[in-house]
């Protein structure tokens, strides 16, 4: 997940994939807000360049990254637009049954459809798939199930599905704020969560990858999170309020003790991760008259600073400099910011239909590029040509999952949510 300071998109597209891509983005109807699409657009192409890169750029890759981060950069600029959406999607609705319906349909088809595929193409011997160890095959199932995977000591089937488990993590987060009537404290939320990150580098908290895991066993874990999420989503979205609030605590509270003693990064970047997607919903709520604009500053500042403080204070680790982070991090709020001050300008529209279908692109790549790895094998000497080529295929693609899965699913799901709105 790494952005690259090239426009490998522009000669991607053939005239026919553009046009495409125009045409799709008359399908994303009216609510969606073009810059924040925009900047999925950006991310998704830095996330794409970053995984090809080892493919077909390999040596330019170990040039940039102790410079730039990709990876951080395109991760974090997807976070803050997930903090700036979702809370309000919650909102919205007024209704957490609904806004669960709405996130399971526009999350899970094309994840299941990807993974299915995934799945056959490894049973044909045309791509590789990771080593579980001893986690037998429904421990691994359960724990993509519930898109916790990367907090559940289970490896990815798909190494980018480690961002799911974060997003999963927070929207668990927002519906326990929503449901004790904490959900407008976000600025206080971002800033107790960035402090904390710095708290722990400075404590010196390192714990072992999956330690939880590690404590009571993998399977264990498994078991009781999946229980406890099915019970917190269910009761989250019950009508008596004791029980809505009950379940949004539980989910809550897993989401954090997990994030803090099970991931597979760093404590403190778990943090960081969390207080960025807050920080977006703070500036969510300046953007619409729930809070100033002196407050999302001021919050804004302090989650960088302690970010900054954590990653600069951070003893290091595998793929990791100091300098490649910071510079990713500060890159990835400049982008949100300059997205934020052109949110009343015309965008590109290849650009807005970039973000239309960027969950399709964040998806659907690793699973081309584990074809071409198993099959034709990655290049010795870097290559462009074959770097473009994979865009012009990769795109189309794309497309075309977005609309036979990704629009009718969301279609689907709005129908459901209108059918079980509570009066």
Excluded at 17 to 28: D, G, I, P
Excluded at 126 to 139: L, S
Excluded at 246 to 268: D, Q, R
Excluded at 383 to 393: I, K, M, N, Q
């Amino acid at each position: 997940m790494e952005s690259p300071p090239l426009h490998p998109a522009r000669p991607a597209y053939s005239r026919s994939a553009k046009s495409k891509l125009l045409a799709a983005v008359a399908t994303a109807g009216p609510s969606r807000l073009a810059w924040l699409d925009a900047l999925r657009g950006i991310a998704a192409l830095v996330v794409v360049f970053d995984h090809s890169s080892y493919t077909f750029l390999a040596d330019f890759r170990r040039e940039l990254m102790p410079q730039f981060n990709t990876s951080r950069y395109g991760i974090m600029v997807f976070f803050l637009v997930s903090g700036y959406i979702i809370p309000a999607s919650l909102e919205r609705r007024g209704c957490v049954r609904t806004f669960w319906i709405g996130r399971i349909f526009r999350v899970y088809p094309l994840w299941a459809a990807v993974l299915t595929v995934f799945l056959a193409v490894n049973l044909l011997g045309i791509a590789q798939m990771r080593d579980f160890g001893q986690q037998r095959a429904v421990t691994v199932a359960l724990a993509h199930a519930t898109m916790l995977q990367e907090l559940l000591g289970t490896p990815n089937l798909l190494l980018i599905l480690w961002t799911l488990s974060y997003e999963m993590a927070f929207y668990l987060l927002v519906v326990a704020l929503f449901t004790v009537r904490l959900h407008r404290r976000s600025a206080a939320v971002a800033v107790i969560l960035a402090v904390l990150a710095t708290v722990s580098v400075t404590a010196g908290v390192v714990l072992p990858v999956s330690a939880l895991s590690g404590l009571v066993g993998t399977g264990s874990l498994i078991a009781f999170a999946s229980i406890a999420m099915v019970i917190a989503i269910c009761c989250a979205s019950a009508r008596p309020p004791v029980l809505r609030v009950f379940g949004g605590v539980l989910g809550g509270v897993l989401a954090l003790v997990l994030i803090a003693c099970n991931g597979t990064i760093p404590v403190w970047e778990g943090l960081v991760i969390l207080a960025v997607m807050f920080l977006g919903t703070v500036v969510y709520r300046a953007d619409n008259g729930q809070s100033t604009w002196r407050c999302a500053v001021g919050t804004a500042v302090m989650v960088v600073v302690c970010a900054v403080g954590s990653a600069y204070g951070y003893g290091g680790g595998e793929h990791f400099t100091r300098r490649g982070w910071i510079v990713a991090f500060l890159l990835a709020v400049l982008t949100f910011g300059a997205g934020l001050a052109s949110r009343s300008r015309h965008l590109p529209r290849i650009l807005t239909g970039l973000g239309t279908i960027s969950y399709s692109v964040y998806l659907v790549h690793p699973v081309l590029l584990a074809v071409i790895d198993t099959t034709i094998g990655r290049r010795r000497q870097d290559s462009l040509a074959l770097e473009v080529a994979f865009f012009t295929v990769l795109l189309p693609l794309c497309l075309l999952t977005y609309r036979c899965i990704e629009a009718p699913s969301q279609i689907w799901g709005r129908r459901l949510a209108r059918h079980l709105q509570p009066p």
